[in-house]
């Protein structure tokens, strides 16, 4: 999931890493989290980028699913964090997790495209998936060795989310 709306970007990047969600932006993640309780959407750990408005975007999310013990902020989700090892750290978790990760662009979609992708990781690929601010992608793994393998089951728009 890519974080909700927090206004333009600030040209300071020690103060972009602390901007926050808007108003509006924590509604709209609301809105989205009850509607994916609605859909039946599980999980049962969150990894979140540990800037400020992608955390809170984890934080409303946890909230609504009684979760909130289960946040670990990872520096491999900042926008210029390492994939490789996100997907090292993943690998660990048990097989029966599911994950629900909080992040930017254009890390988010290069994830996964990496992963469903056939190429093997490439950081010159074009990226064909672009997560809208409170977009979300499901993609179940099918592999983690000797990379990362996954099928895209779904990708949805905040717009189409509040619709549920």
Known sequence: MRHGYAGNRLSDPMKDIKRELTISGKKEV?????????????FNVI???PFTRAFQ???IIAEE???TEQIEQSEELKPDGSKGSLYNKLS????????LIVGHEPYLSGMINDIISNDNYNKNHNNNII???AGLSRI???????KFKGE????LTPRILKKI
Do not use: C, N
Request: proline residues 2%.
């Open 30 to 42: 609301v809105e989205i989290a009850k509607s994916l309780k609605k859909l039946g959407v599980k």
């Open 47 to 49: 990894f979140s980028s």
């Open 57 to 59: 975007t984890a934080q």
């Open 65 to 67: 699913y009684k979760l």
């Open 92 to 99: 660990k978790l048990s097989i029966d997790s599911v994950i």
């Open 131 to 133: 997560l809208k601010k």
């Open 140 to 146: 179940k793994i099918t592999s983690t060795v000797p």
């Open 152 to 155: 895209l089951r779904w990708l």
